[in-house]
């Protein structure tokens, strides 16, 4: 496991996307799902840049890192809030997080798997391309995964 | 993956955009969407807080610190 470390200069940058967003709880859960994914394989998680620096999207947020494999440690230097293009509203930016923290937990079920081991950035991707995601229920956010996976 | 070549218009276009493209054909036809890299500027900076090495905190320590803010 890895500690996860925000730079003092990404607070403003958390702390001024939270303030824009349309959902303020999707930002927290934006840094949660991130410190989760970090904390566990920080390599996999992103795609690696340059300068020894990768990045990670977990909506409504972008994060970029670096990884100290000495100390085992992740420092998050740069916050981007990233929106769907066009100046388009982003469904899954608005939706209720907890639908699909909740749904994470049963696709858990269905894979054998624990919740943390399902990384909900992952189901958020599979179903982001989902216009009427927000309309979804639990139940069928979890057939739209196990039609993906 | 299958690569596509953007005709230069479009290229030029993709060029001043962030996060996620929707991509759509003239007839407003989904086609996809592109997720685009961080820009040039998000790297510049994020390299130089990385060889400024400042000081940081913890995931719970930042949610506090917005928690807080709200409250106040």
């Given at each position: ?90 469904p899954?930016?608005?939706f ?31 179903i982001?391309d989902c216009d009427d995601v927000y309309k979804l229920?639990?139940?069928q956010?979890?057939?739209r ?5 | ?72």
């Amino acid at each position: 496991m890895y500690q996860v470390i925000w730079d003092d200069d990404v607070y403003s940058e958390v702390a001024s996307t939270w303030l824009d967003a349309k959902s303020r709880v999707a930002v927290i859960d934006a840094v949660h799902q991130i410190d989760e994914a970090l904390k566990r394989d920080p390599k996999g998680a992103g795609t690696v840049l340059s300068e020894g620096l990768l990045w990670v999207d977990c909506r409504p947020i972008r994060a970029i890192y670096s990884i100290d494999e000495s100390a085992k440690r992740v420092k998050v230097h740069r916050i981007r809030q990233i929106e769907a293009g066009n100046g388009r509203h982003n469904p899954v930016a608005e939706f209720d997080c907890n639908v699909i923290k909740r749904a994470t937990g049963d696709l858990g079920s269905w894979l054998g798997s624990s919740e943390s081991r399902i990384n909900r950035c992952w189901v958020t991707a599979t179903i982001q391309d989902c216009d009427d995601v927000y309309k979804l229920s639990r139940n069928q956010i979890v057939d739209r995964v196990r039609e993906a996976f | 993956m299958v690569q596509i070549v953007a005709p230069d218009d479009l290229a030029r276009q993709l060029e001043g955009t962030e996060g996620t493209v929707e991509l759509v054909d003239a007839n407003g036809n989904r086609l996809g969407t592109l997720t685009r890299p961080p820009s040039a500027e998000d790297v510049r900076i994020a390299s130089e807080r990385r060889a400024a090495d400042r000081s940081g905190m913890t995931t719970e320590e930042l949610v506090n610190r917005l928690n807080a803010a709200e409250s106040r």
